[in-house]
């Protein structure tokens, strides 16, 4: 059965996930949802309160169907072989370039983390996910999300964590308004609302940041 995972994205900066190159992935943050995803499922990130562009509560930053899960291992040769662009590069002048979620070197045991969104305080609870989700119907807003109609309110999930099983009730309707949409998948219809690459110390500001949004919302809304 179908399952429709929702939770709220505190600081939306294109790498978590990373909708570029024609395959939406998460591969970092979100550890839970990524142990227990499965192919059929709907991922939504859904707005914060505090988000660096407003007030965007209640708004769809993005929903990816899962169309392939593979271990965090499996991923990095995979990405290797077929988007190499999901590998981060730091030096790359192309802002998607270092945005790259295959962050994690499997050639060595343990893994080691390339020069990325993320640095060393963030390897355990990225590693604890085991799995990356890739996506061939997706659907990207970024900065220019998207507003949940009235009957589909209460799947959005305003705290630390996620929501799933209480969203059972809630995933034909919630498919059928992203059909009525109209959209083309697999496009980007707006930029992340956080352009993390354009200030001078990227990994430690953009990481301190998202630390810090992922600590305050254990004890208030995002």
């Keep these: 059965m179908t399952k429709l995972y929702t939770y709220c994205i505190p600081y939306d900066d294109g790498a978590a996930p990373n909708p570029y190159w024609g ?4 591969t970092i943050c979100k550890p ?5 995803a499965q192919i059929g499922d709907w991922i939504v990130g859904t707005g914060s309160k505090n988000s660096p562009i407003g007030d965007i509560s209640g708004k769809v930053v993005y929903a990816m169907r899962v169309s392939k899960v593979m271990t965090m291992q499996e991923y990095d040769t995979w990405a290797a ?5 999901k590998i981060p590069d730091a030096n790359n002048s192309d802002v998607q370039r270092k945005l790259g979620d295959s962050i994690y070197d499997f050639s060595t045991q343990p893994p080691t ?6 640095d060393s305080g963030n390897v355990k609870t990225d590693l604890s996910g085991k799995n990356a989700l890739l996506s ?5 807003f970024g900065d220019s999300p998207q507003q949940l109609p009235p009957n589909l309110l209460d799947i959005v999930h305003q705290t630390q964590s996620h929501r799933v099983h209480l969203n059972k009730p809630f995933v034909k309707d919630f498919i059928e308004w992203l059909d009525s949409l109209d959209l083309k998948p697999n496009k980007l219809y707006g930029k992340p609302a956080l352009e993390i690459f354009t200030i001078s110390n990227p990994c430690g500001g953009a990481c301190a940041r998202r630390e810090a949004a992922e600590a305050d919302a254990r004890v208030s809304p995002c």
């Excluded at 072989?81 to 662009?85: G, I, K, Q, S």
């Excluded at 061939?136 to 990207?140: A, H, I, V």
Aim: contains cysteine.
């Design 23 to 26: 395959t939406c992935t998460l």
């Design 113 to 118: 983390q390339r020069k990325s969104v993320h």
């Design 136 to 140: 061939d119907n997706f659907f990207y």
């Design 81 to 85: 072989a077929n988007l190499p662009e």
């Design 32 to 36: 839970a949802i990524r142990r227990t």
